[in-house]
Each structure stands twice: as structure tokens, then as C-alpha cells.
T-cell receptor, first 113, second 111 residues
Framework: DAGVTQSPTHLIKTRGQQVTLRCSPI?????VSWYQQVLGQGPQFIFQ???????GRGNFPDRFSARQFPNYSSELNVNALLLGDSALYLC????????????FGDGTRLSIL | RKEVEQDPGPFNVPEGATVAFNCTYS??????FFWYRQDCRKEPKLLMS???SGNEDGRFTAQLNRASQYISLLIRDSKLSDSATYLC????????????FGSGTRLLVRP
């Protein structure tokens, strides 16, 4: 079975642009979460979606938004990109929204010039 | 104070050594605890869940002390392939079950 898949793998943008990152969860997983990881730090929670509803939001500005589709895939959108948005963006899925571990995709490495 | 604190290391040990990592967490409402392993420029991968009774998976042993809000990971007979960053992870203790990561402890196993 395929794991969590994310696209694109790498992306280069300039300040002020907008970006959309995509994630397909493991088949049968209904919960998708997004995390941002900057160099030297652990991943930071951005959003969690379950059954197409937002169930959690981290300490990120309103420039960050996300949604989940009926097939449980998800998109993360970031507007008005800043240099500080350069990071590895990770998507994780789990079967339900509960205490089970989350499984991560390979991530999208976003560089802002 | 960080929600999950870990010694960043690096821990530099010879093959065959036993090494222990510790972490503390601040939210007493957290209910799930994990160790993830992350190789350079790769995604975090689940190493093991951590249970109150302690649990073992081959060379790896994890312990949880809820009273002290303390989690540990013991690696016995270290292999070169164990070189990685080990992330201590707890859930947020709220309805989102978000994961809160420590900054990681870097392990280098030398021949």
C-alpha cells in the first residue's frame, strides 16, 4: 500500500507569491495534519483536518489555510510568502482522530527567494 | 518554556554502546507519547509508541513517567545505522490530537 504522498517535492517561490501544497493520505486514513519544519527544529503543527472539517489550528498567521476533500486528500495554501516561510512542509495521516501515531509523507521543501 | 524539551546532543558513541535519551513535557493532559526517528533531510518515521508500563522493541526500550512528565529511550548495542535525530513527541492533550515535537537529539554512532 502507498504511504502518504506529497507534491511537489521541491518548490522555489519569491516573496509575495502564493503556493499550494498537496497531500494524499494512506488509503483508509481520514485524518490529515500539516506541519512546518525549519532547519534545526522539530516539526510545528499547522492544521489538522478530519472528515473535511478543521479540528485544530496551530500558531500560524491567516496567510496559512488548508482544506480536505471528500477523498480525504488535502491542500495547504500559503499566501503572501515571506522569507521565513522557507521550510520543509510535512503532511501526516492517521486512520481516525485519536491517540494513534501519525504517519508522515516525504514532505515538500519550499524555498523562498 | 518549550512544551517538549530534549537535549540536542550530539551524542557521539562507538558501535555496540548503550545510549539513553530523555525528554520532558509540560502538558499534563497529554495522553499519547512517541519516539520518531528522522534521518537528514527526510521525513520523521515512527520508531515506537511509549506506554506507561514501558515497552521494548528489539534493541529499543521506551519508558514513561507520567508523574514526572518524563519520557526516555534506551538504545542497546548501537549500530552505525542508528545514526539519526530522535524526536520526542507528545499529543497536544486537546481535541485535535495534534503532535508536539521536541527539537530532537542527534545521535552519531562511529565505527
Amino acid at each position: 500500500d502507498a504511504g502518504v504522498t506529497q507534491s511537489p517535492t521541491h518548490l522555489i517561490k519569491t516573496r509575495g507569491q502564493q503556493v499550494t501544497l498537496r497531500c494524499s493520505p494512506i488509503s483508509g486514513h481520514k485524518s490529515v495534519s500539516w506541519y512546518q519544519q525549519v532547519l534545526g527544529q522539530g516539526p510545528q503543527f499547522i492544521f489538522q483536518y478530519y472528515e473535511k472539517e478543521e479540528r485544530g489550528r496551530g500558531n500560524f498567521p491567516d496567510r496559512f489555510s488548508a482544506r480536505q476533500f471528500p477523498n480525504y486528500s488535502s491542500e495547504l495554501n500559503v499566501n503572501a510568502l515571506l522569507l521565513g516561510d522557507s521550510a520543509l512542509y510535512l503532511c501526516a495521516s492517521s486512520p481516525q482522530i485519536d491517540n494513534q501515531p501519525q504517519h508522515f509523507g516525504d514532505g515538500t521543501r519550499l524555498s523562498i527567494l | 518554556r518549550k512544551e517538549v524539551e530534549q537535549d540536542p546532543g550530539p551524542f557521539n558513541v562507538p558501535e555496540g554502546a548503550t545510549v539513553a535519551f530523555n525528554c520532558t513535557y509540560s502538558n499534563s493532559a497529554s495522553q499519547s507519547f512517541f519516539w520518531y526517528r528522522q534521518d537528514c533531510r527526510k521525513e520523521p518515521k515512527l520508531l515506537m509508541s511509549v506506554y506507561s508500563s514501558g515497552n521494548e522493541d528489539g534493541r529499543f526500550t521506551a519508558q514513561l513517567n507520567r508523574a514526572s512528565q518524563y519520557i526516555s529511550l534506551l538504545i542497546r548495542d548501537s549500530k552505525l545505522s542508528d545514526s539519526a535525530t530522535y524526536l520526542c513527541v507528545v499529543n497536544g492533550g486537546d481535541s485535535s490530537y495534534k503532535l508536539i515535537f521536541g527539537s530532537g537529539t542527534r545521535l552519531l554512532v562511529r565505527p
